[in-house]
């Protein structure tokens, strides 16, 4: 199984957003993982259709490419994995899915969840949200850096806090014990997408 990157950039399909090119500027700023995340509106073929486009970005720089909870269009594309939260398929189910060697990631917010998410044959888990944010709605309240590093000194796997996250915050969540963060509005949602990624990278 391949080493996980420590920043992901999870993509924003909504009305209005050029994921592609949003994309492309991350990865050549240097972010190590795309997790392609489609909106309910977004169809099989629309899912399938980007997961090529972008894995094919992700291999040119040998970056991991994941997708989010439609594991079939993971599956199908030939991606690196996928991830599971906790509506989705349980962890055990997407693990006879994907086989024993893809990257399965999966939500947690305690370290309950977390260590049954491993037991169940989790990957790294995705942690939040970290703090408020609006890229998503319906989510419960944020766990802050404490959360996060509770989960993290629960389990063994790699933590990826997600939720709010922005270069500022990043070193916090870094120093909680989080291996890696997502990052989707910071981004998706920046003027200049390359340079917004570059302040990761410091």
């Known amino acids: ?16 957003r050029d994921t ?27 899912a399938y259709d980007l997961t090529v486009r972008i894995l094919a970005m992700c ?25 599971v939260g906790a509506d989705d398929l349980p962890v ?11 990257i399965l990631g999966a939500t947690a917010r305690d370290p309950e969840t977390a260590r049954r998410a491993v037991a169940d ?3 790294y888990l995705g942690v939040g949200p970290a703090f408020t944010t609006t890229t998503k709605s319906g989510l419960p309240d944020a766990i802050g850096a404490a959360g996060v590093r509770a989960v993290a000194e629960a389990v063994a796997v790699p933590v990826v806090a ?8 990043a070193r916090e969540l870094y120093s909680a014990g989080a291996h890696a963060v997502a990052v ?3 981004v998706s949602g920046a003027a200049d997408p390359y340079t917004a990624a570059k302040e990761f990278l410091q």
Do not use: K, W, Y
Not at 60 to 82: K, S, T
């Open 59 to 83: 291999r040119e720089l040998d970056r991991i490419c994941l997708v989010n909870d439609r594991l079939h269009v993971a599956l199908a594309a030939g991606a690196d994995g996928g991830h």
């Open 162 to 169: 997600i939720g709010g996250v922005t270069a500022t915050r």
């Open 184 to 186: 989707v509005g910071a």
């Open 1 to 16: 199984m391949r080493t996980l990157g420590r920043l992901h950039l999870i993509t924003d399909t909504r009305p209005g």
């Open 92 to 102: 055990a189910a997407a693990r006879r899915i994907l086989g024993p060697g893809a």
């Open 121 to 123: 044959g989790a990957s």
């Open 20 to 46: 592609l090119a949003v994309v492309a500027a991350a990865l050549r700023a240097g972010f190590d993982v795309v997790q392609v995340r489609p909106e309910d509106h977004v169809t099989d073929r629309e």
